[in-house]
């Protein structure tokens, strides 16, 4: 079975910094992996995905993560955080090429908080 | 093109009551997924369904919960004498095939509270 574990439930960053957010999977075979974004009191919204062609994969607002397997890592980065990516971002994987593929296993979330 | 609809998207329940409720897929996407968000927690998938097939309801309670996708109409998440545990809320995603690189669209969601 597959897992994900997001480190930090809450990060704070100032507006203009680097924002990090941590994901590390568990997976037997090779994993497809996303990070979707949360905005209160809707529905998820896909920032980006790894579906094993480039290992850097950037996705909207200027988002990108990189997967790598050594580490059993898809980190979550933007160059310069703005207000508005305050949210909450959640990381997930699926496992390919089974019956159920599109079948999701979200981790727990991390809450970015964006400060003047 | 419609997202994926989901209705209604606040719903208030007493306890043993039934809850309903239904998700609209995009235009032209065949497979629904179930998944339910607790408080403070992560999405936890629930059930995966094409047209009037359930493919996967591995992560359904075992009572009191059931889901379907008729040939016509939306899909019905039902959740049958609720408790105040059920209270979450229910996001409906779609997507046009079941291959697991394809993006799975999600609706808004539907806040259940179970009074």
């Known amino acids: 079975a597959q897992s994900v574990t997001q480190l930090g439930s809450h990060v704070s960053v100032s507006e203009g910094a680097l924002v990090l957010l941590r994901c590390n999977y568990s997976?037997?075979?090779?994993?497809?992996l996303f990070w979707y974004v949360q905005y209160p009191n809707q529905g998820l919204q896909l920032l980006l995905k790894y579906t094993s062609a480039a290992t850097l994969v950037k996705g909207i607002n200027d988002f990108e993560a990189e997967f790598k397997k050594s580490e059993t890592s898809f980190h979550l980065t933007k160059p310069s955080a703005h207000m508005s990516d305050a949210a909450e971002y959640f990381c997930?994987?699926?496992?390919?090429?089974?019956?159920?593929?599109?079948?999701?296993?979200f981790g727990t979330g991390t809450r970015l908080q964006v400060t003047l | 093109n419609a997202g994926v609809m989901q209705n209604p998207r606040h719903l208030v329940r007493r306890r043993g009551q039934e809850a309903r409720l239904r998700c609209s897929p995009m235009k032209g996407h065949s497979h629904v997924y179930w998944y339910r968000q607790l408080p403070e927690e992560g999405l936890k998938f629930m059930v995966y369904?094409?047209?009037?097939?359930?493919?996967?309801e591995s992560g359904m309670p075992k009572e009191r919960f059931s889901a379907e996708f008729p040939k016509e109409g939306p899909s019905i998440l039902r959740i049958q004498q609720v408790v105040r545990g059920d209270s979450a809320a229910y996001f409906c995603?779609?997507?046009?095939?079941?291959?697991?690189?394809?993006?799975?669209?999600f609706g808004e969601g539907s806040w259940l509270t179970v009074v």
């Open positions: 995603a779609s997507s046009p095939e079941a291959a697991s690189g394809n993006t799975i669209y």
């Open positions: 369904l094409q047209k009037e097939n359930i493919i996967d």
């Open positions: 997976s037997s075979v090779p994993p497809y």
């Open positions: 997930a994987v699926s496992v390919p090429n089974t019956g159920t593929a599109s079948k999701l296993t």
